[in-house]
């Protein structure tokens, strides 16, 4: 097409049809183009275009399409998609890849539309940058594979439960059997000895059982008191094959500090140290094993429970350390899902904790986490809670009777220093306590010598109870509380309960 036509179409185009038609498809973060049947560009919305590829109007005088493409080879693609629709009747579109002036890839949707404008032929071509689409559909993907492997994971879930359900059995005779015949005197020492390893090795099979059946455990509706150290070394021993495997001997575990307990949820818990530890074998293994390190270390201050995870091995580069608790982000040749932090992360927000990863860290990677300590839980629940509750125990006096130490430490936390708050463990005791002086009793139903019940019953006349139980399933018990109007909760309950109970009470 000569120059004197070419510029008489980018007029008439500009004037009149196809204004409208411009403001639409700008409007729609396309990029309108007209091109002659030569295939040259006699009208380009430079706008949109800049919007987005990013360059400028001279950019593309200067260099045509070919600076929207990252190589040679797409380009001649492009170029053969121009000429084959050209030539068409039709619309035909097909999807490219681009580089923006960023050198950032996007995929870019291209639709030419053949045009006759009043005997001239013309070509519209539309291009609509289709990332944002084809991120979605990725996710949706990956979502549905999240989905299988989620459901994969339940199936093993019920698999193992069934095994360490059935190994009890067998594990249980064996334990008890050799346990008899240890102690009969008959049987020769050495004999006696080789006994004594049997139930040795009956008794870490029996822990090895507890702990799947506790990593399979489906999500309690409420959440219990965890022992950070307990948590750990469940974990632990739960991997202790893939460090023997994987000679990984040089591991250090340290404790600092008291009160390294956490209200949550043991098992995603267990989850969170699994992912990151199991991360830390897969970089140890790349590095040859007199280097392989592993440190664990727990400590705390008034707040919070911090456990920091390091490995030697490689440091986490610049460019991925923001990306390593997305989902789905993996840099593992052998194809790992890219969920393993990205659920730790969920976790540990879960349980209003954070984790991160130390950036400063030079001699290879540590995680860093830190969760609410239970006296954190206990002070934020009971400012929120403590008006109303103030009146209610302002000053009374409270016996408590159980056996369970841990429980009863909790039980001091909560109350405040104006209350009187005495425990025993024994039933026999109580006749040494003047019951009557006490406002409230807190009491086990299960006691080392006798039953709560009955002191209730001898006693409830002169003071007011509240029943603790961990026997979830005794239906009496419950009938025999709510026949008699009595406050019970279940072990182990939360501080919102405990407050609940008292102010019902
Ligand atoms: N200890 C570590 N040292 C170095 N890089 C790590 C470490 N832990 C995680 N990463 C990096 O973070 C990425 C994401 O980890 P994440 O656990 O989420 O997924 P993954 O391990 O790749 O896959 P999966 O957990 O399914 O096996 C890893 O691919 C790796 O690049
Ligand atoms: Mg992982």
Redesign the pocket.
Known sequence: MNKKNKAFLEKRFIDEKFDLAKVVIGSLNKVLVILDDDLDIIYIDYDSFNEVFGFERNDVIKSGFKIIFGDIFSYKEFKKFLETSAKSFFTNSVVFRNVRSNRVEIHCKYTLIPYHLNGDKINILVIEDISKIEEQKKLIMSKEKDLIHYQRLDVLGKLISGIAHDLNNPLASIYGIANILIEDETLEDDIRQDLKIVTKAAQQCKNITENLLKFVRKKNMEKEYIEIKELIESVLLFLNYHFRKNNIEKINISFQGENLTVLGYFSELQQVFY?III??I??LIQIPPKDRYLEIKCYSNKKNIIIEIF?T??V?EPQ?VDK?FEPF????KNG???????IAKKIIKEHDGEIMVDKQEKKG?RFIISLPTTQDVITKVTTNINKKIESKIRNKNILIVDDDENFTEFLLKFFSKENKVDITKRIVEIENYNIQSYDLVICDVVLPDGNGIDLYLKYKNKTKFIFVTADILDTNLFSFFEKNNLMCIKKPFTIEELVRAILLE
Do not use: M, P, V
């Not at 982000?329 to 593992?332: A, C, E, H």
């Not at 790992?336 to 990205?342: A, I, P, R």
């Open positions: 992912n991360n830390s897969d970089e490995n091995g490689r986490i991925i390593i982000f993996s840099t593992k790992g899902t890219g969920l393993g932090l990205y990677a």
